[in-house]
C-alpha cells in the first residue's frame, strides 16, 4: 500500500472550501438567527407602545364607564386580534375579550382561577413602587410571547399612583421577508473558482498557494461581511421606521378619541422599566443620533460574532492547507481502536468537567449574574474587575467610631485566613491524634484490638452531610446534649453560634470528630509494616523509646504519611459540607471558608461572575500548593 | 518478643482507658442520634427538663438512652413522610450513576493501559488535573448546562449525567492501575489464537479485573448516595429531592423535626457504613496510591 500523503494544491483546496464554509455558512445561520431575534424585538417594541398608549388613555378616564367606553373604542380602532382587559385590585373593570361575555362580562371580581392576573398587577405595582425608591431596576410592564402576538401588561396610574393593570393582547402583523443564502453561495463558488484557475497556473509552491488561498479567504469574508452588514443596517432601519409608523398611528388614534392636542407619541416607546428609549422624539420623528447608535451596535455585535467564526475558518484553512489535519487524520486512523475506547469518556467529560471548568473561568472574567443570564458572555465582559474587587480589598478590620475593632468578615483576605486557620488546625489534629491512636492500637498482645478498631473507624464511614447535622443538633443553645453537659459542670449555657470563636469551634469539633480514623488507618497500616526486628536490633544498642520512634517509626511512617496529609489538607481545605451544614458561616459570615463563600456569592447572592472569580482564586491557591508540596516532597525524598 | 519491652512499659489498663474514653467520644453522637430516632418525638433534647432541674435530671439529658422506646419516627418518616421515595431517587440516581460511568471508566481505562497513541499522557494527566477543579467552580456552568441549557433540573437523569461523568477520572486512575498490572502474556497468548481487541477485552481482561471494578464500582455509588451539594443545587422539586437534601430540609431553616431526620439518617447511613466498613482497606491503598503517582 502506498499512501502518500495528497499535495499541496488539493490540500490548500480543501482547507479553504472548509474555512469557506465555516465562515460563510456559519455567518449566514447567525445572521439569520440574529435578525429573526431583531424582529422580535421590534414586534415587542410596538405592542409595548400600544399598550403605553392604551395605558396612558385608560389612566384619563374619569370613571369606571368612561374605562369601558375608552376600552371599547380603542379596541375599534386596531386590527381585529386585540384584546383588552382592564383589572383594579380584584375587579375586572373592562374587557373585550370573547370569553368575557354574558355572565363573565366586565365589571365583574376576578375569578379564583384568574389569580395569576391578580398577581401579576400585583407585581407590576410593586415593581413601580421600588424603582421609585431607587432601588436595584425591576421591571414595570411584563410581555409574554404567543406565537407571534405578544400580551404586554402595563400598570394603570391615576395621579402618580398605581390602581390597576391594563393587559393588551398584539396580534402578529405580518413578518418581513428573510434573506436568502444566494450572497454566501455566490461568493463560496467565486473564491473556489478563482483558486482552481491560480493553482492550475501558478507554480504549487507552498508559501504561494498559502498566499492565495489566505488572499482569497479574506476578499471572500470581507465581502460577505460588508454585504451582511449593510442589509442588517436596511433591516434595521425598516424596523424604526415601522415603529415610527406605530407611534404615529397611536398618537392619532389617542387624539381623536381624547380631543387632545398634545401627545408626547415617543414617551410609549420603553423599556421593561418604562424609561422612554428616546429613539421617538415627541414629534413622531425619529432621533437621527440615537438611531444611528442603535443600528451601530447592532452591527457591532453582528460583526464580533462574525470575526470570531472568520478567526476560525482561517484556523481550519490553514490547518488543513499545511498538512495538520492531514496527520491528524492519520494518527486517529491508525490508533482508531484506542480512540474509540475512549471517546465516549472523553466526550463525556469534556463536557460536563473540562468545559464547566473553562466556562467557569471566562464567568470569572464578566458581571453575570441572575437578572443578565440570558446575554451572550462577550456583552458581560469586565475584564479583571472581579480578580480586584476581591484581592484589592484589604479593608479586613476598621476602627469604629466607639474605639471598637470591626472586622469585614466578607473581605477576601478574612475569609482566607480563616481558611488557613481552620486547614492548619484539623490537619495537626487529624495527625496527632490518629498517630497517637495508632500507636495505641499497635500495641502487641492488646485485647479487643478489632473491635476498638471499627469503633474508632465509625465516624469516617458515616456520609458527612449527617455527622455535619447530628453535631449541629448537640451544639444547639437550648436542648443541645454539649450545653447540658456543661450546666452539669455548673457553667452557664452557650449560644455557640453567635460568636465566631465558639462557633469555629463547633465546626473544629465536628470535622476533628470525622477526620482522624482516616489518619489513625493510614498509620496503622504502616505501622504494621515496620519489621520488628529494628526495634530489636535497636533496643540491643541501647535505644530509649523515644529514640526508637524518632529513628524508626517516624521515618518509616514518612511514605504513607506524607501523600495522607497532601490528601487531608486539599480535603479539609474544601470541606464544604461541615461548614456549610453546622456553622453555615454564623455570625455574619466569619467562619466561612473560601469555597462556602464562593458558593454563597453564586447561590445566594447570585453574583455568578464574582462567584467564579473567587473560586478561579481558589483553583490557583490550590495549584499552587500542590506545586510547592511536590517540590518540597520530592526535595525531601532526595535527601 | 519484639513489643515485650514496651508492653513492660506501659500498663495495658491505661492504654485500655485511653481507647475507651475514645471510643465514647467517637460513638456518643451515633448513640445520639439512635437515642432521637427511637425516642418517638421531634425534639433534640433525649429528655425533658423540668423546670428547675437538677445535676441528675440533666445527667439523663445526656444518656444517649430514650425515656420511651417507640418506632414511630421510623414508621412515619417511610410512611407519612415523602422520605421513601427520595430514597429510591437516590438509588436510582447513585446505580445509574455508578453503571454509567463505570462502564466508559472500563473502556478508557483499557485503552489507556493497553495502547499507546498520542495523546495518552496528555489524558491521565488531564483526569488528574481535573480532580484539582473546585466543586464551586464547576457548579456555576454546571448548573446553566444541565438546568438551563438541556432543562434537566429536578431531574433524575440530569444528577445520573453529572455524576457518572465526574467520577470518570477517578474510576479511570483506579482502573488503569489494576489493568497495568493485568501481565500481557494471556492477552499474547490469546492475539496468537486470533482474538481482536475486542474479544480480549471483553473475556480476558473484564473477569481478570472483576475485583478492581467491584471497588470502583462500590466508591462510585457511595459517592453518589451521599452527595449533597450538586444534589441540594439541582434539585428544585421537592418530590425529586435526593435522601441527603431531604434530611437537610427536615432540619434545615424554619423545620425542626429532628425525629424524622435521625430516623432517616439511620435509614441511609446503615448501608454505606457497612458498605464502607468492608472496604476500607482498599479505599486507603487506593487514595494513597493515586495521591502518591501524582
Redesign the interface.
Known amino acids: 500500500m502506498n499512501e502518500r500523503p495528497p499535495a499541496s494544491r488539493t490540500r490548500f483546496g480543501v482547507g479553504l472550501l472548509l474555512g469557506l464554509v465555516v465562515a460563510l455558512g456559519g455567518g449566514w445561520a447567525l445572521l439569520r438567527g440574529a435578525r429573526a431575534q431583531l424582529e422580535d424585538d421590534w414586534i415587542t417594541r410596538r405592542a409595548i407602545v400600544a399598550a403605553n398608549a392604551l395605558g396612558a388613555l385608560v389612566g384619563q378616564a374619569p370613571d369606571d364607564a368612561a374605562v369601558r367606553k375608552a376600552v371599547t373604542a380603542w379596541q375599534e380602532t386596531h386590527p381585529p386580534g386585540t384584546r383588552v382587559r382592564v383589572i383594579r385590585g380584584t375587579t375586572l373593570e373592562a374587557s373585550t375579550e370573547p370569553a368575557d361575555t354574558g355572565e363573565k362580562a366586565a365589571p365583574r371580581r376576578l375569578a379564583r382561577e384568574e389569580k395569576p392576573l391578580y398577581d401579576q398587577a400585583q407585581r407590576l405595582r410593586a415593581g413601580v413602587d421600588t424603582n421609585r425608591e431607587g432601588g436595584a431596576p425591576k421591571p414595570e410592564l411584563e410581555v409574554e410571547r404567543e406565537g407571534g402576538a405578544r400580551r404586554v401588561a402595563v400598570p394603570l396610574e391615576a395621579d402618580g399612583k398605581v390602581t390597576g393593570m391594563v393587559h393588551v393582547l398584539v396580534p402578529a402583523d405580518a413578518s418581513t421577508g428573510r434573506r436568502s443564502p444566494l450572497q454566501a453561495v455566490l461568493l463560496l463558488f467565486g473564491a473556489m473558482l478563482l483558486y482552481v484557475l491560480g493553482a492550475w497556473l501558478l507554480p504549487p509552491r507552498a508559501a504561494l498557494l498559502a498566499v492565495a488561498s489566505t488572499a482569497l479567504f479574506c476578499l471572500a469574508a470581507a465581502f460577505f461581511v460588508g454585504g451582511e452588514l449593510r442589509a442588517l443596517g436596511l433591516a434595521e432601519r425598516d424596523g424604526q421606521r415601522a415603529l415610527a409608523g406605530t407611534v404615529a398611528a397611536e398618537v392619532d388614534r389617542t387624539r381623536t378619541l381624547t380631543g387632545a392636542a398634545t401627545l408626547d407619541g415617543g414617551a410609549w416607546d420603553t423599556d421593561l422599566t418604562r424609561k422612554p428609549r428616546g429613539l421617538i422624539t415627541g414629534a413622531g420623528a425619529i432621533d437621527r443620533e440615537k438611531g444611528e447608535a442603535e443600528a451601530q451596535e447592532i452591527r457591532r455585535r453582528a460583526l464580533r460574532s462574525l470575526m470570531a467564526l472568520g478567526a476560525l475558518g482561517f484556523v481550519l484553512l490553514v490547518v488543513v492547507g499545511f498538512g495538520g489535519a492531514n496527520r491528524v487524520g492519520r494518527a486517529l486512523v491508525s490508533n482508531r481502536q484506542a480512540y474509540a475506547y475512549i471517546a465516549p469518556a472523553i466526550i463525556g467529560t469534556t463536557l460536563l468537567v473540562f468545559f464547566p471548568f473553562f466556562y467557569g473561568i471566562a464567568l470569572s472574567f464578566t458581571d453575570s449574574n441572575i437578572y443578565n443570564t440570558n446575554l451572550p458572555l462577550s456583552e458581560l465582559w469586565v475584564g479583571l474587575r472581579n480578580y480586584g474587587t476581591i484581592l484589592g480589598d484589604f479593608g479586613v478590620v476598621r476602627r469604629a467610631a466607639d474605639g471598637h475593632w470591626v472586622f469585614n468578615y466578607l473581605n477576601f483576605y478574612w475569609t482566607f485566613l480563616f481558611t488557613v486557620i481552620w486547614t492548619i488546625t484539623n490537619v495537626v489534629w487529624g495527625v496527632s491524634f490518629g498517630l497517637l491512636l495508632a500507636l495505641v492500637l499497635n500495641t502487641k498482645g492488646l485485647a479487643l484490638r478489632p473491635i476498638y478498631r471499627v469503633l474508632l473507624i465509625l465516624p469516617w464511614a458515616m456520609p458527612n452531610y449527617i455527622t455535619a447535622l447530628i453535631w449541629k443538633g448537640m451544639f444547639h443553645r437550648q436542648f443541645g446534649v454539649v450545653n447540658q453537659v456543661l450546666a452539669i459542670f455548673g457553667f452557664e449555657p452557650l449560644s455557640w453560634f453567635d460568636r465566631p470563636f465558639t462557633s469555629f469551634l463547633t465546626a473544629l469539633a465536628t470535622n476533628g470528630w470525622l477526620s482522624f480514623p482516616f489518619m489513625m488507618v493510614v498509620s496503622l497500616g504502616a505501622l504494621q509494616s515496620i519489621p520488628a526486628d529494628l526495634y530489636e536490633a535497636a533496643r540491643v544498642d541501647g535505644a530509649s523509646r523515644w529514640q526508637q520512634f524518632r529513628a524508626i517509626t517516624l521515618p518509616s511512617l514518612k511514605p504513607a504519611l506524607v501523600p495522607a496529609v497532601i490528601l487531608s489538607v486539599v480535603w479539609t481545605f474544601n470541606m464544604f459540607n461541615i461548614i456549610y451544614l453546622v456553622t453555615a458561616g454564623e455570625p455574619g459570615g466569619s467562619t466561612e471558608i473560601l469555597i462556602t463563600q464562593a458558593y454563597k456569592y453564586a447561590f445566594q447572592r447570585y453574583q455568578y461572575g464574582y462567584a467564579a472569580a473567587y473560586a478561579t482564586i481558589i483553583f490557583a491557591i490550590l495549584l499552587v500548593y500542590g506545586t510547592i508540596q511536590n517540590r518540597v516532597t520530592r526535595a525531601t525524598e532526595a535527601l | 518478643?519484639?513489643?515485650?519491652?514496651?508492653?513492660e512499659?506501659?500498663p495495658?489498663w491505661i492504654?485500655?482507658a485511653?481507647?475507651v474514653a475514645?471510643?465514647i467520644?467517637?460513638?456518643y453522637?451515633?448513640l445520639?442520634?439512635i437515642t432521637?430516632a427511637l425516642s418517638g418525638k421531634q425534639?433534640?433534647?433525649?429528655a425533658d427538663l423540668p423546670a428547675d432541674?437538677t445535676?441528675l435530671d440533666?445527667?439523663r439529658?445526656?444518656l444517649p438512652w430514650p425515656t420511651r422506646f417507640a418506632f414511630s419516627n421510623f414508621i412515619s418518616v417511610m410512611t407519612d413522610q415523602p422520605f421513601a421515595r427520595w430514597m429510591l431517587n437516590s438509588a436510582i440516581v447513585a446505580i445509574g450513576a455508578t453503571i454509567v460511568g463505570v462502564a466508559?471508566?472500563c473502556?478508557?481505562a483499557?485503552?489507556?493501559s493497553r495502547?499507546k497513541?498520542?495523546g495518552?499522557r496528555f489524558?491521565m494527566m488531564?483526569?488528574l488535573v481535573?480532580q484539582?477543579?473546585?466543586?464551586?467552580?464547576?457548579?456555576?456552568?454546571?448548573y446553566?448546562?444541565i438546568v438551563?441549557w438541556l432543562g434537566l433540573g429536578s431531574t433524575l437523569s440530569g444528577l445520573v449525567?453529572?455524576y457518572?461523568?465526574?467520577s470518570?477520572?477517578f474510576s479511570?486512575w483506579m482502573l488503569k492501575g489494576y489493568f497495568d498490572t493485568i501481565p500481557k502474556e494471556l492477552e499474547e497468548a490469546a492475539v496468537m489464537e486470533g482474538a481482536g481487541?475486542g474479544k480480549i477485552?471483553w473475556s480476558i481482561v473484564l473477569p481478570l479485573a472483576k475485583p478492581a471494578i467491584a471497588i470502583t464500582a462500590l466508591f462510585s455509588f457511595m459517592t453518589g448516595?451521599?452527595e449533597?451539594?450538586q444534589a441540594a443545587?439541582f434539585m428544585d422539586k421537592e418530590d425529586m429531592y435526593t435522601a441527603?437534601v431531604g434530611?437537610?430540609f427536615f432540619?434545615g431553616g424554619f423545620q425542626q423535626q429532628?425525629g424524622y431526620?435521625a430516623a432517616g439518617?439511620i435509614i441511609?447511613?446503615i448501608p454505606?457504613?457497612l458498605l464502607?466498613?468492608y472496604l476500607?482497606?482498599y479505599l486507603?491503598s487506593g487514595?494513597?496510591a493515586g495521591?502518591?503517582k501524582g
Not at chain 2, 518478643?1 to 508492653?7: I, L, T, V
Not at chain 2, 484539582?132 to 454546571?142: E, H, N, R
Open positions: 518478643m519484639a513489643g515485650s519491652h514496651r508492653e512499659r506501659t495495658h492504654l485500655h485511653f481507647l475514645t471510643v467520644y467517637t460513638v453522637p451515633v445520639w442520634v432521637i425534639s433534640l433534647a433525649i432541674p445535676k440533666r445527667a439529658a445526656v466508559l471508566s473502556t478508557a483499557y485503552a489507556f495502547f497513541f498520542p495518552r489524558g488531564s483526569f481535573s484539582m477543579f473546585p466543586g464551586t467552580l464547576t457548579l456555576i456552568p454546571l446553566i448546562i438551563q449525567i453529572v457518572a461523568t465526574t470518570i477520572p479511570v481487541p477485552f448516595w451521599n449533597f451539594i443545587t441527603p434530611l437537610r432540619v429532628w431526620f439518617s441511609v447511613s454505606v457504613v464502607f466498613l476500607q482497606k486507603v487514595l494513597t495521591s502518591v
